[in-house]
C-alpha cells in the first residue's frame, strides 16, 4: 500500500468506459502527478462492456471486473501490498451512493464524482455511513482545484476584499440548446433523466459546481434560497436553466445562474466577490489570471505562478505565462487526495486539499432546495438541515 | 422654429447647473451633431445659481431664468420663431412629473431624464397628459443610442437568433461601496433620498436602464417580477443591489442584477440574449462590437461602422476601429428627437428613433413592482396595468 | 476675435467636403467643446462643389467660398471682430505646404491634418515660414488627444517606468487588402499616388501617427532608422506595409510597424514602452484604459476619469466605464488649440496642449528616412537634420 | 521494447535534474497520455547530483547513472525488451551536439530541446550523423503541439487566408529586465554564457520557438533576414531583445521580434498572418482559441475541441471551454514522438507529428544568420545553406 511520496497510489475506477466523458479526464487528472496509477477498474453496468474497456486501457485481465461488487470482492481478497489504494467513481448520479457506502464501510478511500448522490436522502444515508467509516472521502468538485481559486479563498480568508456583500456566479453552457437527449447521445440522455440524475437537471450538473465554488471561495453557508426554474428546450423532464437568488451566514448574498441553452457560450464558470474593502474576478475559462479590485481605485491582475505565499504556489505547475488548465486542476483534487489516502494507509492523518463529503452532502442539500423553491412559485426556502 | 435639417434646434435646460454630471453630458449630446442648441436655462432650485450657472454657460441675460416656470413664461411669451424648440429635464427624479407636464400642456416639445418620474401615480397622471397633448416626448435612455444596440434589436426582429428564450443583464458599478451620501457628494445624496429618487435606489437609477435596454432589444414585455433588494451598505436607505427574476410576454425570462457596491466595477451594463438559434452579447464598456453565436457553433465579432443595412448604419459616425462613446450614443438620442421635432414643428409627424413616453411609463412600471416583490419578501409581483 | 472661454472660435475649412471622411470628423471634433465653430469654408478643389458643400453645411452664402485663396481674401477683408480665427486644412498632403504657408503668414493660425506635407522639401520651407510669422500652428496627430495617451507622458516623465529601453509601436489596418484605388474609393486613391501622398503610403499616412504617439510618449527623438516597405497588392504605386527599427536618443529602441493589407484589422494601433523599472501597454481601439506593469510584479489597469492629477484630467469629460473615444481625442486637441488661439488673440501666448509645427516638421523627416532606407536595402539612415 | 499503443515507452532522461524548470515540464509532458514512462537517468552534470536526483524521482538504483556515457552504455547492455526506447535531452545547448549524436548512431531514439545545437557547424554535423542513423529524431519545439496552432497550419494549407502576404509574430517575456544572471539563477546564468547558450541569447532561447512556429503554420521557408539585436541590461553578454525582418519564399515577408526584458510580459508567443484573402490570430497565453478574419469583413472566434476535421482534433482532450495548457501541447509533441518510436521499433515507418532534425537544423540556421546580420550593422544576410 502506497505511504511514500514517490510511487504512484493504486486506483480502481468505476464507470468511465468508453464514450464516458467524466471517466478519460479522471485518468488524465490522476496520471499527471504521479498520484494514482489506474490499476482496477468496473468500468460499465455491463459486465462484457466493462471487461473490454479494461482491456483496452491494458488493465490487467484479473483486474479488468464485470462489476463494482466483484471488483470490491477481489481487491479485500489482495493482499493489503497490492489492493487498490482507493476506488473513483464516475457512475451516473443515481448510483453513487450504494457504491461509494459499499468500498468506504469496507476501508477503501473513494473518490465520487459530483453531485455526490440524486437524492438527498442518499446523501445524508451515505454521510453518515462514511463519517462512520472514518474512511477517506473526496468529492471532485474539480474547479477548486484551479490555482487561482485557491488564491481567491485565501485572499477572502486573509481580509484583503473585507467582509464579503455580495457575489455573483455563473455557470453557462450552450450544448444542451437542442434537444440532444433524443439524438442518442449519452451524456445529454442520462442527465435529463431525472431517475438517473435525480431532481435537478442544469442545477444538478453544474449549478452543484457554482455552489461549490462559490462556498469554498467565500467560506460562508448558504442557508436560503429562492429559485425560478425552467425547461427552455420543449419536452424535456429537468430544468436546463436556473437563477437563484441567496442569503448566506452573516449578511452576504449571492445570485447564482445556470444554464444550458446559452447557443455560445462554452463552460462559462465565472465568480464575483464583492466584499466592503475589494472585489475579486475570476472566470474559467481563463483560469490563470485573478483580478483584484481595491476601494482606493486600484484594479490589480495576478498571474498564477507568480508566488502568492498562499496555497495558489504549491497547486501551480508552470511560471506565469505558461498556460494551466482543466486537467491540472483536476490533478490538484487527486493530488491533495492522494495526500489524505497516503496518511490514512500510514495511520497517520494528514488531510489534503480537497472537497469531501460535508461538500457533497452541502451540494445536494443546495439543489435539493432549490428544486423545491423552483416547484413551490420561488418562495424563499431553507436548505434542509439549517 | 427649426424645421429644416441644418439649423439647430434651440433648447432650454432645467437643472443642469455646476456640480450636476448629467446636465453637461446632455449638453455635449445635444450639440455633437448640431442637434440642438442650448438657447434657454432654468439650471438649479436655487434662482441664484440658475442664473449665474446660464451665464457661466454664455446663455443671454434674458434667457438665463431663475425658474422654470419662469423660462416657460418666458419662453411662450416670445414669437414661435425665436422660442425655444424643446426643453430637457435633468432635474432629480421627483420633480420630473410637474416640469414635464406643464411643457407639454403648454406644447413645448419635452426630453426628459430616467426615470421618468419618482412614484408611479405620478407617471401614470403624466403620461395621461403627454398623449393627450399630443406633444413630443423623449425619455433618455441614452444606451438604446448605442449603433449595436440598435443593430442587436433589428437582428432579433429580423429572427437572427430565433426566438428569445432567456436574457441576462446586469449594470454594475462600485462607486457608491462607502456611504457617499454622507460625505457631501450631491450624486450620491439625492439617489439616495426617497423623497427625491422615489422607492428604488440602484434599482431606479440603473435598473432602469437595464429594463430599458432588455426591453428595447427583445422588443418583448416584461410580464411579472421577483425582486430580491438589498441595502449592504449601513444606514442606506434606499437599495444599492438588486437581483430580479422577470417573465416576459411568451415564455422568455430575464434574469436582470445591479449592483453600486461592486468595487472596481466601473459601469458594467451588459446583455445576453439567448434564443432558440443563436445568441447576442454586448457590454457597454466596450460598446463597439456586438457578439453573434449561432446553433452552427460559429462565433462573430460584428464592428460597428461595417455596413450593416440596419439602424445601426446611420446611428453610426466613424468606421470600425475609431472607437465611439457614451456622448455619441446619447447623441443618437437627441438626433432622433431632433427629428421628431422639426416634423412637429412642421406639422407632419416624422417620428425618430428615441424613447419616448411609454418607455417612461413602463420604466417606472418596472420599479414600482420590482419595489412591492422586495418588499414582499421576493414574490412574484404582476407589473401594474398587466 | 475670440478670447473669452465660452464663445465658440469661428474656423474656416480648406478640403472636407462630400465625401471626405477627415472633414466630417474634424467639424464633429472642434464642435464637441464649443471650441469652434464652422464659420467659412473652401471645402473642395473645384469651386462648384466648393460652394455647394458649404451651402450644405449650412454656412452663409458670402463665407461659402469657391477657392481656398478666396476664403482667404474674403476673410482678411473682414474686420478682425468677424474674420475667421483660424483655418483648418484637411486637403490632400501635397497642398497642405501652399495652403498652410498662405494663411500662417497672414497671421491666421492654421491647423493642417497630417502628415505635414507630402516632401520633406516642403515641410522645412514651411516650418521656417511659420516660425517666422509667430503664427500659431496645430497639426492634427488627433491620437495623443487620448486622456490616457496623455497619462502614460506623464508617467514616463515622472519616473514611473524607469527609464525607456525598448518601445513597440504598431498601426495595423485591413482596408487596403484589395486594390480600392482602381475601384474608384477617393480615400484609397489619393493615398496611393505619389503626387498627392508623397513617398511613402501606408508609412505616411499612419505611420506618422505611429511615429508621433511614439515620440511624444517617449520624449525621446528619433535618431536612426532602418527601414523594409514593401507594396503587397499587385501593381500599386506606394508601400502599403512598413516595418521599422528605431534608434532613438540615448540607448532606446523601438520596432515599428504599419500595415493596411492586414485584413480583420481596423485601426489597431498599439504602443508598449519597456522601461528598466516598468511597462506601459496601450490600445487605440480600446483607448479608455491604460495597462502598467512594475518590476515588483503587480499589473495595474489604469481607467480613464480617475483622477490622476495628470493632463489626463483635463483631457477627460466623463467617469470610468463611460467610453470616450475618436472624436472626443480629437476634440481635445482642437481644445488645445482654441486655447492657443485665444491667448494669440488677446497678445498673451497660453500655448494648449496639441502637436504644431515641429511635430509636423518631425513627421515628415521620419517618413522622408523611412522611405530612403526602405530604397537603400534597409540600410540605417539619420533623420535628415540630425 | 514497446509497440503497442497501450504501454507506455520507456524513457531516459539527460539533464533536467533538481532546480531544472524544464526537465519537469518534459516529465510532466511525456507522462499525460501514457507515451513515456521515466525509465532511467543522467540527470546532472554532476554524477553524484546525478544519482541523486534519480532517486529522488523514484527511479530504479541500476537505472540512476552517473553520466549520459553509463546511461548509453548501461542500458545497451540491457536486453532490447527491457532497454530505454528513448532518450530526452534537457540539457544547456552546447552539450546537445555530442550526447544526441552518441544515442542516436546507437540507434536508441533521441528527444532533443531545443535549440538543436549551440553552434552551426555542431548543428550539421549533427543533423548529417542522424540521418545516416535512420535513428528517429523529435526536437521539442512544443509550441506547434497547441491543436489550435495545427488547426491554423490545416487553414493556410487549404487556402482559407490566400496566399500568405505579411506575417507578425513575436515573443516577449520580462523576466530578465534584471540581471539575473549575476543573482545565481541558474536559468538565467547559461542562458547568458556564450559558452553555454550559443551566439544568440533571445533570438536562440525564444527566438528558436518563433521561428518554428512561422516556418510551421506557414509552411513557407525563411530565406534572408535583417536584424537589430540588443543587450539592454548593462553588461549583460547576449542580446536580451532582437528585432528582425524576414524574406520567405514566394513574396511573402515577416517581422519577428524577441524581447525578455519586457516587465509585466509573461510568455507572450504570439502569431498574426495575413493573406490575400484572410488572417489568422494566435496567442500562446490564451491558446484555446483562433481568430480567423476574411474579406468579407467577417471576424470569427474557433473554439478549440469543436470538431474542425483537421489535426486539431486529435491533439485535443477535452470540449470546447475546458481549457487546455503548456503541458498538454508539450504532451502532443511526446504522443507524435512514441508513435514515430513505435513504428521504428515495429520496423514499420508511421511517423507522428512533431518536429524533426531538419526544424532542428533550420533554427540554427536562422540564429546564425540572425547573430550575423546584427553583428553586420543589420544587413539582408542569407540563411547559410540557401
Known amino acids: 500500500m502506497g505511504t511514500d511520496n514517490h510511487t504512484p497510489l493504486r486506483l480502481g475506477m468505476v464507470g468511465g468506459g468508453k464514450d464516458a466523458f467524466i471517466g478519460a479526464v479522471h485518468r488524465l487528472a490522476c496520471r499527471l502527478d504521479d498520484s494514482f496509477i489506474l490499476t482496477a477498474g468496473a468500468l460499465s453496468s455491463t459486465p462484457e462492456k466493462s471487461v473490454a474497456s479494461a482491456r483496452e486501457l491494458g ?22 501490498v497490492e489492493r487498490i489504494d482507493a476506488v473513483t467513481i464516475v ?13 468506504a464501510e469496507a476501508g477503501i478511500p473513494v473518490a465520487c464524482d459530483k453531485p455526490l448522490t440524486s437524492t438527498l436522502a442518499d446523501a445524508q444515508t451515505l454521510a453518515a455511513a462514511v463519517e462512520k467509516s472514518k474512511t477517506p472521502f473526496c468529492v471532485s468538485y ?12 485565501h485572499l477572502v480568508r486573509t481580509g484583503a476584499i473585507g467582509a464579503v456583500r455580495k457575489c455573483f456566479v455563473e455557470y453557462h453552457q450552450g450544448w444542451l440548446a437542442t434537444k440532444l437527449e433524443d439524438a442518442g447521445q449519452k451524456q445529454a440522455a442520462w442527465r435529463n433523466d431525472p431517475a438517473q440524475a435525480g431532481g435537478g437537471g ?19 453557508e448558504i442557508e436560503q434560497v429562492a429559485a425560478d426554474l425552467t425547461s427552455f428546450v420543449p419536452g424535456r423532464k429537468l430544468d436546463d436553466d436556473a437563477a ?7 449578511t452576504a448574498k449571492a445570485t447564482l445562474t445556470v444554464c444550458q441553452v446559452a447557443i ?17 474576478w475570476w472566470r474559467q475559462e481563463e483560469p490563470n489570471h485573478l483580478t483584484v479590485a481595491t476601494l482606493d481605485g486600484m484594479t490589480k491582475v495576478l498571474a498564477r505562478g507568480s508566488g502568492f505565499q498562499s496555497p495558489a504556489d504549491s497547486a501551480s505547475r508552470l511560471p506565469p505565462g505558461h498556460p494551466e488548465g482543466f486537467i ?13 489516502v497516503r496518511g490514512f494507509n500510514a495511520g497517520k492523518p494528514t488531510p489534503g486539499e480537497h472537497p469531501g463529503i460535508h461538500d457533497g452532502l452541502r451540494g445536494v442539500r443546495f439543489v435539493d432546495a432549490v428544486v423545491r ?11 434542509d438541515g439549517r
Chains 1, 2, 3, 4 share one sequence.
Open 142 to 153: 474539480n474547479y477548486t482545484g484551479y490555482p487561482m481559486v485557491r488564491h481567491a479563498a
Open 91 to 103: 457512475t451516473p448520479n443515481h448510483t453513487h451512493a450504494a457504491i461509494a457506502r459499499a468500498f
Open 202 to 220: 442544469a442545477i444538478g450538473d453544474i449549478g452543484s459546481h457554482a455552489e461549490n465554488l462559490l462556498s469554498t471561495v467565500t467560506g460562508l
Open 59 to 80: 488493465l490487467a485481465p484479473e483486474r479488468s471486473y464485470g462489476t463494482w461488487q466483484q471488483m470490491l470482492d477481489g481487491e479485500l481478497k489482495r493482499p493489503r
Open 328 to 340: 491540472e486542476a483536476f490533478a490538484n483534487i487527486y493530488k491533495g487526495f492522494a495526500q489524505t
Open 373 to 383: 423553491s423552483g416547484k413551490n412559485n420561488s418562495v424563499w426556502t431553507s436548505l
Open 244 to 250: 437563484v437568488f441567496i442569503r448566506m451566514s452573516g
Open 264 to 280: 455560445g457560450e462554452e463552460n462559462n464558470l465565472t465568480l464575483r466577490i464583492h466584499g466592503d474593502k475589494g472585489s475579486l
